[in-house]
């Protein structure tokens, strides 16, 4: 088997890109190892699971909590998992943010890999390291950073992924080409949702170069001291709106993209942020909406990007060329009140 190895501060991690879940016995042991899904995962591939040790977690984001970690450990010591079982996430996020957090306090850290099952997870949740669980209302407040010891693709499990979770990984996907990749941000303004879709060798090549891009991202800056600061474009507004509205995390982050390519041109002199709305608007995502600019600042004010009096606001200079631009909060409260 072919496969990429990528180097971390103190860690590396082998990537199995275009695989298939069957090679995962040649990575692991298979007896020594428990693969953590949830039910929708695991009811539309259930095949594939046969003579794995599973556990499988009910779905959605209000599971990866303390209690959601706690029932695992418990499972994990009933299966008389030792310091060297490897946990193998199968699933979107969610599962994957669980299973590397689980992993890294059994037994004070054990090995973990992921196989990433949503277009969201393959491009962006399970690559990086970041781990962790949602306190309440506040998202993956407790987490470790911790790279997976191996990622590996296997794209037949797209066949079951509702049309709505496709859009919430191209937001992903553009957000990389409009921080990054100018060329890949003009494959997609040629390209559709239905043209991926339909030709599975496109997507593929698609899935691997934002797998790539990150990867190169964090290897750069794990700790998020500089660049990998650029991963937050329109997540700042779009984690605000996620929370105060019933919006998916694309939808969100879609909108958040919106106003700061608006901002870009407010204050960067940026002059494509027309060329990101349609290009967000094709892949069916949502751009300028009606929010509660004073609620929703307030909630911004608690980002974790903030640093005192000042926020890092990612922006645009041109397509392709995300910019860190620290705006201090006064600023910016009067830059929303004239959007
Ligand atoms: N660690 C990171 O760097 C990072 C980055 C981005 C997002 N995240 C986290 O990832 C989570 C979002 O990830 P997500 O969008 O993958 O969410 P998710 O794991 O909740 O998956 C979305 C939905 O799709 C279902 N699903 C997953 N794979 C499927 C398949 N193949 N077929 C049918 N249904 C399937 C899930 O059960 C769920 O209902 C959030 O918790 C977010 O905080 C983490
Ligand atoms: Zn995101």
């Given at each position: 088997m072919k496969k990429l190895t990528y180097k971390f501060s103190n860690s590396s991690t082998d990537y199995y890109l275009a695989?298939?879940?069957?090679?995962l016995k040649e990575i692991v042991d298979q007896t020594n190892s428990v693969i953590i899904t949830d039910e929708h995962v695991y009811g539309n591939h259930?095949?594939?699971?046969?003579n794995w040790n599973v556990i499988i977690l009910k779905p959605?984001?209000?599971?990866?909590t303390q209690a959601t970690v706690d029932s695992i450990v418990e499972q994990l010591i009933a299966m008389e998992a030792d310091r060297k079982t490897t946990l193998v996430g199968v699933g979107g996020g969610v599962v994957t943010d669980i299973t590397g957090y689980a992993a890294s306090v059994y037994m004070r850290g054990i090995k973990f890999g992921f196989l990433p099952t949503t277009l969201l997870s393959l491009v962006?949740?399970?690559?990086?390291?970041k781990n962790g669980i949602d306190v309440g209302v506040y998202k993956n407040l407790v987490g470790t950073i911790r790279q997976p010891s191996f990622i590996l693709h296997d794209l037949?499990?797209?066949?079951?992924?509702?049309q709505s979770e496709w859009i919430n990984g191209f937001a992903e996907i553009i957000k990389h080409a409009s921080i990054k990749d100018a060329a890949m941000f003009r494959e997609l303004e040629t390209s559709s949702l239905k043209k991926y879709q339909g030709r599975k060798v496109v997507l593929c090549k698609l899935i691997q170069r934002n797998a790539i891009l990150k990867t190169k991202i964090v290897q750069q800056d794990e700790f998020e001291?500089?660049?990998?600061?650029?991963?937050?474009f329109g997540h700042t507004l779009g984690h605000a709106l996620e929370n105060q509205y019933e919006l998916s995390h694309g939808q969100a982050i879609s909108i958040g993209m919106t106003y700061a390519s608006i901002i870009s041109e407010k204050i960067?002199?940026?002059?494509?942020a027309k060329r990101v709305t349609n290009l967000l608007a094709k892949y069916e995502l949502p751009t300028f909406a009606e929010f509660d600019k004073g609620k929703v600042f307030n909630v911004l004010k608690?980002?974790?990007?903030?640093e005192r009096k000042d926020i890092h606001y990612i922006l645009l200079d041109k397509i392709g060329k995300g910019v860190i631009k620290t705006i201090s909060l006064q600023q910016l409260e009067k830059i929303f009140e004239d959007l």
């Open positions: 695989y298939g879940i069957s090679h259930e095949k594939r699971f046969k959605g984001e209000e599971q990866k962006d949740a399970s690559i990086g390291g037949v499990f797209l066949n079951s992924l509702p001291k500089g660049d990998r600061k650029l991963l937050n960067l002199g940026f002059k494509e608690m980002d974790k990007k903030r």
